[in-house]
């Protein structure tokens, strides 16, 4: 499976209850503590199931694995991916799908931190058959409520451009949780396609 569609499919975390969340580090927007585990659910009825499992190294560097779940009119697909994350950036090194592995080449920088209205990157995979570029932005704080609580969050809108198909993605990331809200449009040709999924739980070991 292509390595881009992999990391479109991976963006997953949370943390603490909203309730308890304290001022948190940048690296926060998108946490990783091992044995921690969230639960979206999609509009089409689909479940997203995220796992952080464990530490590794990917090359030299080493990095955090989540194994994501999704369970789709009964059929599962696992992926997992390994994260890098510092105080400036989270980065995706390397993808797993059916017991293959793929080193994201160049490391794909997920979010730039912090956070800022109007702050973009982009990334474009060296080795990709057909040219694709995913470019990013930071957009806005806003309050969103799903079916976990109501957070405070920043949104981000990424692009994604592969041939004749445009996929567009608004995150929503809260401090302290991660990803609580995703929508995403798709447009190929003259069809266009729509879906959204939202964080239904999570707990922090």
Not at 20 to 31: E, G, N, Q, R, T
Not at 54 to 77: H, L
Request: aromatic share 8%.
């Amino acid at each position: 499976m292509n390595a881009l569609r992999v990391l479109g499919l991976s963006l997953l975390v949370a943390a603490l209850s909203p309730s308890a969340v304290p001022a948190a580090p940048y690296a926060s927007y998108f946490p990783l503590v091992p044995g921690a585990v969230w639960v979206r659910k999609a509009d089409d009825g689909g479940e997203i199931r995220a796992v952080v499992t464990r530490q590794k190294f990917a090359g030299p560097v080493r990095c955090t694995v989540i194994e994501t779940k999704t369970v789709r009119d009964g059929r599962a697909r696992v992926t997992r991916v390994c994260y890098q994350a510092t105080a400036t950036q989270v980065r995706a090194i390397e993808t797993e799908v059916a017991g293959r592995f793929i080193v994201v080449d160049p490391p794909r920088t997920v979010l730039l931190l912090p956070p800022h209205a109007g702050r973009t990157w982009s990334w474009t995979p060296k080795d990709a058959q057909v040219r694709a570029t995913i470019t990013e932005e930071w957009m806005r704080e806003e309050s969103v409520k799903v079916a976990a609580g109501t957070f405070k969050a920043w949104k981000v809108r990424s692009v994604t451009k592969r041939a004749d198909v445009t996929v567009t993605l608004f995150t929503w990331y809260a401090p302290g949780v991660g990803i609580v809200k995703i929508e995403r449009e798709e447009q190929r040709g003259q069809l266009q396609r729509e879906g959204s999924s939202q964080l239904v739980s999570y707990k922090i070991p």
